[in-house]
């Protein structure tokens, strides 16, 4: 993978050689493959937090929070559980259970279909069920928007409940669903709150997220000397611990490695493992669609 990169480092002046050819070679020359997927993946299919998507489905939110975007929204405190399920359900319908397929996803899983590799995300959308990746492969680390778990964190168990949220989307009147509508954890009596962390608490881990976690690990220990792919899309640095600083440590104590990083976004680069590092830098929606359809 390495003499590809140099060979990349030749000819990307040529507008023959483009960053699509690049990364799919290095994708076809890779014995394993380990992509991390951020945010920045489902913003490049449409799947944003921003714009209309978010200020035609909570105008009224907006209008009374002045909220800036729907995931500074969706942490926010509100001032109690009926307006809190207001809003999550919503979100929950909008990025879960009502969210379309996303080609950028289709497009990933066909060009990864016949390759050795995981997927770990710090999405927590509904992306990866929509475009059938093998959820055996998938690692969603902060949680899923579908799931529920105790707001005291009592036990280590998730629940769902699809009808309820489509109830209380449907019934809520000025930005409050009715009192008996907000779901109670059933060994405390707690509200339940959607499953993903923060930063007081953590998660509620629940046995599923511990067997794709289990699965995670033990594919990073099969593959640790291969030539190992760690391609990192559109992840920020919001929480860099759970997949841009992994990777790039992984990148340094494997000199068979490269770190590819798929980011309109230029970040900084520890200086170790520059040499091992790529940066693709055009649009991730169209070279993944580029590669999918060679």
């Known amino acids: ?67 800036f975007d729907m995931l500074q929204a969706s942490l926010f405190d509100f001032e109690d559980e009926q307006e809190y399920w207001a809003f999550q359900s919503r979100f929950s319908l909008l990025n879960f259970f009502d969210q379309p397929v996303g080609q950028a996803y289709v497009d990933l899983r066909n060009t990864l279909n016949d390759k050795n590799y995981h997927v770990i995300t710090t999405n927590a959308d509904n992306a990866f069920y929509a475009s059938e990746f093998d959820m055996n492969k998938v690692f969603r680390i902060q949680g899923e928007y579908g799931l529920w778990q105790c707001s005291e964190h009592c036990h280590q168990q998730t629940y769902h409940d699809e009808a309820l949220i489509r109830q209380m989307a449907a019934e809520q009147t000025n930005m409050k669903v009715a009192e008996n509508l907000v779901p109670h954890c059933p060994k405390c009596g707690a509200p339940l709150e959607v499953n993903k962390r923060n930063e007081e608490k953590g998660m509620v ?64 680069i520890p200086h170790e493992i520059r040499p091992q590092t790529i940066r693709i830098s055009e649009d991730i929606a169209e070279v993944l669609h580029t590669i999918a359809n060679k």
Do not use: C
């Open 205 to 268: 881990e629940d046995s599923h997220f511990h067997e794709q976690k289990e699965q995670y690990e033990e594919f990073l220990e099969e593959n640790k000397n291969k030539k190992v792919l760690f391609l990192e899309i559109g992840v920020g640095h919001t929480t860099p611990q759970f997949i841009k600083q992994p990777f790039q440590k992984m990148t340094e104590e494997n000199p068979q490695a490269l770190f590819v990083t798929m980011n309109q976004k230029d970040y900084f």
């Open 1 to 67: 993978m390495q003499q590809l990169k140099n060979q990349w480092q030749t000819l990307s002046a040529e507008s023959s050689f483009s960053q699509a050819d690049l990364l799919n070679g290095l994708i076809t020359e890779a014995e394993a493959i380990v992509i991390g997927i951020g945010a920045g993946m489902s913003a490049a299919t449409g799947f944003t937090y921003v714009g209309s998507r978010f200020t035609e489905a909570f105008p009224d939110f907006i209008a009374k929070y002045r909220f």
